[in-house]
């Protein structure tokens, strides 16, 4: 009897315990066949941005081509069409990889229930994480909320090998009812990368022979091509964790890059054991935290959006996501804590906007991401520390090289000078705005709306005036070099978001 081979963030042929699965149980029925199916849900499709709705088809036309043409595309509810096409082909069962998400947990749920009442067998094998949520507990079987104890038990915990590929491959079997892709759409000037698992591939084998032995510092720096760029491939499952940690030596980028990895696993993680902090706070103090509305707070809001804020790091990030649907991690940062404690806008506008136009816009790594620096999620950055957008330009991007390449008004200017653009004779000319608001004014500002929580925090002056600004209430904050503040401030939406 037929396998069904039912394809979500898993697009990929090699290293797919899922893949594996249905094959033998397709040859051991006796024929071998599998029948391979994405599904778009039509009331989904609609809510992704333009550029993230292209480069899914990009990659489903890869997935399609290694799987010999035979890719079966199916429009519905997964709920419906999933157990139709299990009885179109009288399969036997119905493979996939596990999905840990609190609205895919309730619709595979009800997927194998319906599934069950003919008979057929709904088979997860594997997921998208080394080590799948649940799994890396405290002795007590409770789940880590701090980051640095997760990674040493997941470290402990250990992840298989990557898949081998089936024995003997399956016969794909195609149909003639398949409906085919959606339109791809008008990606309104973004550069959509390469989609695939061969290009995710490529790129891994292009960062393993350079950038990764300088990744602890590179990483850092929007200006050099220091980052890997495989997490809108992992995002999509065009390459498995497994496949990237089997490759990792022991010097000092490797094991940064590792953690990277483990990041986006500890958020999984979370959202697995809190899935209302998707959307909602998981310190829900800050939930009462002073927040800005209404015309004047949505004109700051498309600002920002549009890169148009006056700060030229904070509006090169914004253009560069609308230009490429990805951002710089370190660049993520400081636009988040411009949006919130520059702007004073709730962390949901900011993640729903990065969601939107991110082609690596995983909802678990945004979400608490987010949280992060809005002070309110797990290893929260304090509220107080508050990002200067220029002293981290002029750090981050020290010959402006970042700001010229996605502000072209700015092109004129050499030097870290691009970065104070009002301050270079003729620097605004050629249209570039000053900035919407004054840094140094708001940064106050939130500090105030932080002292006004319940259980507040004392605010106090810091001598560094970038990072971190204040202190908690009855515990001094030791001061930080900038250097191990920057390690820190790496927490946010990683390179693996």
């Given amino acids: ?122 088979v997860k094998t594997g997921s998208g994480y080394a080590v799948a949520p649940g799994r890396v507990t405290k002795d007590d079987g409770t789940y880590y909320k701090v980051y640095t104890p997760f990674y040493k038990r997941w470290l402990i915990h250990g992840w298989r090998a990557p898949a081998a590929d089936p024995a003997k491959w399956p016969n794909w079997i195609g149909v003639q009812t398949c409906d085919g892709y959606p339109p791809r759409p008008d990606t309104q000037g973004v550069l959509i990368p390469a989609a695939g698992e061969a290009a995710a591939l490529e790129l891994f084998e292009t960062f393993l022979a350079g950038p990764i032995e300088n990744y602890a510092d590179d990483r850092n720096r929007p200006d050099l091509a220091g980052t890997s760029k495989l997490s809108t491939a992992l995002k999509w499952g065009e390459i498995h964790p497994r496949t990237l940690l089997a490759r990792l030596g022991d010097s000092s980028g490797h094991e940064v890059f590792r953690k990277e990895i483990a990041w986006r696993e500890f958020y999984a993680e ?110 929260a950055s304090p509220y107080y520390r508050v990002f200067n957008p220029l002293g981290q330009g002029a750090k981050f991007d020290p010959n402006g090289d970042y700001v010229r390449k996605y502000i072209p008004e700015l092109a004129h200017i050499p030097g870290v000078e691009v970065h104070e653009p009002w301050k270079v004779l003729g620097g605004l000319d050629h249209g570039y705005p000053e900035p919407i608001v004054d840094h140094a004014a708001e940064r106050i500002e939130a500090l105030e709306r932080l002292k006004a929580l319940p259980k507040g925090v004392q605010v106090a002056q810091n001598p560094h005036g970038d990072d971190v600004t204040a202190k908690p209430a009855k515990k001094a904050a030791p001061k930080k070099s900038t250097s191990k503040q920057s390690a820190a401030d790496a927490k946010l939406i990683h390179d693996f978001e």
């Fill in 1 to 122: 009897m037929t396998s069904v081979l039912w394809f979500r963030r898993d697009l990929r042929v090699h290293d797919n315990p899922a893949l594996v699965a249905a094959t033998d149980a397709a040859w051991a029925a006796g024929d071998g066949n599998v029948v391979a199916v994405v599904l778009i849900d039509p009331a989904l499709w609609p809510t992704w941005g333009p550029a993230k709705q292209a480069y899914l088809i990009d990659s489903l036309t890869s997935l399609d081509a290694a799987l010999g043409g035979n890719l079966v595309i199916r429009h519905g509810k997964a709920q419906d069409v999933i157990p139709a096409i299990a009885k179109e082909f009288q399969a036997s069962s119905v493979h996939c990889a596990a999905d840990y998400s609190g609205y895919g947990i309730s619709r595979d749920n009800e997927i194998a229930a319906t599934l069950d009442k003919s008979g057929i067998d709904f």
């Fill in 270 to 379: 979370i959202a697995f054991q809190r899935p209302d902090t998707i959307t909602d706070y998981f310190n829900p103090l800050y939930a009462q935290m002073k927040y800005d509305t209404g015309k004047a707070a949505d004109e700051k809001f498309a600002a920002w959006c549009e890169g148009r804020t006056g700060y030229p790091f904070v509006d090169a990030g914004m253009r560069q996501l609308r230009a490429e649907g990805w951002m710089h991690n370190r660049v993520r940062m400081v636009v988040a804590s411009f949006l919130l404690k520059d702007l004073h806008i709730e962390w949901q506008r900011g993640a729903n906007y990065f969601f939107e136009w991110l082609l690596d816009g995983d909802l678990a790594s945004n979400s608490h991401g987010w949280q992060w620096t809005a002070g309110c999620g797990t290893d």
